[in-house]
T-cell receptor, first 108, second 112 residues
Framework: RKEVEQDPGPFNVPEGATVAFNCTYS??????FFWYRQDCRKEPKLLMS???SGNEDGRFTAQLNRASQYISLLIRDSKLSDSATYLC?????????FGAGTRLTVKP | NAGVTQTPKFRILKIGQSMTLQCTQD?????MYWYRQDPGMGLKLIYY???????DKGEVPNGYNVSRSTTEDFPLRLELAAPSQTSVYFC???????????FGDGTRLSIL
């Protein structure tokens, strides 16, 4: 089993749709969790951290379920500019492990 | 406001050649990371460092070496380039145990 696994993409959604991605992790001792977005041929950029109680940042909501060892990202009212690959990141002791990413395309 | 600077941006190597990918950051970050990203894949951790003089292996360290003689610099060395090392390499940094907050633009490396 991979350390960090994400929903296989791609997700193609219309503008205004709500879309959710999941990410599972295998190491129960993982300490912290993050979502990054990566545009085509660009470097990843930190989108948001994921807190135990769940957290929102505008149209984006992140949740953590430690018991089932997964995190999720919900995007409401999708915009064309949300088209990107979303990477889930899990921190162990000192290192960061990235998922393979879920590709999202938002269409007019 | 440079952030993380990687050089070169592109490089083509022949099998068996060696090279060093340079990475420097000007944010006084303690943690630095090297990742590789193969097409359609996530980032895989090669090596990381929690401070000057300290380096540790990540998921895929074979064929690579690093050093961290200063806080600013974290070069990645390929000694005997192999086609399997064709990839995009990203250097990243963070102040402490937080997530990498800064990435370099990446180095696109092809080994033929």
């Amino acid at each position: 089993r991979k350390e960090v696994e994400q929903d296989p993409g791609p997700f193609n959604v219309p503008e205004g749709a709500t879309v959710a991605f999941n990410c599972t992790y295998s190491n129960s001792a993982s300490q912290s969790f993050f979502w990054y977005r990566q545009d085509c041929r660009k470097e990843p950029k930190l989108l948001m951290s994921v807190y135990s109680s769940g957290n929102e940042d505008g149209r984006f909501t992140a949740q953590l379920n430690r018991a089932s060892q997964y995190i999720s990202l919900l995007i409401r009212d999708s915009k064309l500019s949300d088209s990107a690959t979303y990477l889930c990141v899990v921190r162990g002791n000192n290192d960061m492990r990235f998922g393979a990413g879920t590709r999202l395309t938002v269409k007019p | 406001n440079a952030g993380v600077t990687q050089t070169p941006k592109f490089r083509i190597l022949k099998i068996g050649q060696s090279m060093t990918l340079q990475c420097t950051q000007d944010m006084n970050h303690n943690y630095m990371y090297w990742y590789r990203q193969d097409p359609g894949m996530g980032l895989k951790l090669i090596y990381y460092s929690v401070g000057a003089g300290i380096t540790d292996k990540g998921e895929v360290p074979n064929g690579y070496n690093v050093s961290r003689s200063t806080t600013e610099d974290f070069p990645l060395r390929l000694e005997l380039a192999a086609p399997s090392q064709t990839s995009v390499y990203f250097c990243a940094s963070s102040y402490d145990t937080g997530p990498p907050s800064a990435f370099g633009d990446g180095t696109r490396l092809s080994i033929l």
